[in-house]
């Protein structure tokens, strides 16, 4: 066998394993390639990864009716494979997040992960009901929908594919990713650690399934096709409007701007070290975390200062300013040619020194910050936009009224997530109700609404737009009901 024939051979297998000859040319030559794809991990096929979204629709459905074959107690088993494995693997897939999309914190993702195995709900979420009466009984059950649509952020990528097969698993669904091509390859690794652990667990090979490639087209397919009976849409406000508009039941998880009071009851020390804490929590990148403040004048000094000592480095209104032109860029839309102003993908998520640095005023910040604050009017685009980055806008009040005014203004009715630090148990209810968010957090960094350090499930899909909140097991099923009439009863 002459050498042109082993490279040949080479080349096959590598396509069989999903790598491209480019890729791994690079790889022996530098070494610059990652080692991994959309379809594959450290040379190790991803399972349930598919090239068209009609093969991938049709492995799911055989998922689907693995599932329903199965009794409760083997789904359960399954679920427990798969948060063992996502413990097991928390750090993998967290710094593979961060090295694809340049976005948040390992260690702030393995925790996010180690919540997902800990705190989403299983099949104990799914209830019965019974109704009995002089005309019988009646039961109501939770039944899957069948195969699920699912579109998830490049934010919190894993976080959601994982969180979402475990609930919509447990409810006895299968499950198709159209994941963002962004975080495809994080998202696809989260779908093949949950086919792994089902597998390993007695269930079939393939239980959720994903693309390689997701684009705009083959989500339009999952929309359209009949096989699908629920989408789950967790992104932005462009996706989760064309998922809501699809003529198919839909959830929607869409975007947020979090705003936070502190009123001058609070405890003020405390209230700046859970501001920053939450806020910097991945680089601000989950939709709950603290996008901008709302402080009482006669405290205001005294917040800042905590925030100071916790990590946050003030900015001087010049800085800030500035700052906003780097983070808030104008561009063309593709569909209507004319300018928009929309956040600078390449500042989300990133730390604060390296935002900071795009200031390239030769300033070095302490080597400890971790967010930049900085005081603006209420008008100030790090108020208005959804930032996701740690940036943290700060607007004096001079009282309640104001504080729940402006705050409900900048919340921008997505109805969202509120925080509130205060010990004054009228303004918490005043701006509680006022606010009409799906999570409201008192005097706590905003991860406490999510289940971390606070009480309650955790969920990476709130689903405030379609009314099911936080959702879990329950949130994917359907209501069907069976009637006995004149019997069944025991009194
Ligand atoms: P994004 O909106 O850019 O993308 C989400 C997904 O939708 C991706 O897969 C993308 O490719 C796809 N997409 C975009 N437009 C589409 C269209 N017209 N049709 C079909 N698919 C389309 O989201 P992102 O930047 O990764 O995530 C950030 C946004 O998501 C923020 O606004 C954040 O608040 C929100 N979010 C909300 C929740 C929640 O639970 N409510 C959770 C995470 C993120």
Redesign the pocket.
Known sequence: MNQTQIDAIVQQVLANLGVSASQSAAREENNTMPPYSSTEYNGRKLIGIYSDMNDAIAAAQEGYKAVRAMSVEKREKIITAIRELTRAEAAIVAELGVKETGMGKIEHKRLKHILVADKTPGTEDIVSEAKTGDSGLTLVEMAPFGVVGA??????PSE?VICNSIGMIAAGNGVVF????GAICTSNYAVDLVNRACYSAGGPKVLVASMDK?T?ES?QIMYQHPAIRLLVC???P??VK?VLSSGKKAIG????NPPVIVDDTADVEKAGKDIIDGCTFDNNLP?IAEKEVFAFRNIKDHLIFSMMRNGAYMLTREEADALAKIVIVEVTDKKTGKIKKQVNRKCVGRDAQVIYAMLNNGKKLPPDTRCLICETDFDHPFVQT?L?MPILPIVTVDNIDQAIDLAVKAEHGNR?TAHMHSKNIDNLTKFASAVETTIFVKNAPSYAGIGFGGEGHTT???A?PTGEGLTSARSFTRKRRCVMVDNFRII
């Open positions: 579109i998830t952020p490049s934010t919190n959601t159209n994941p963002h091509p997701p705009l989500a967790t992104g932005g462009g996706v064309s998880a869409g975007a947020g939709c959804e996701m969202h990476f899909t709130i405030g």
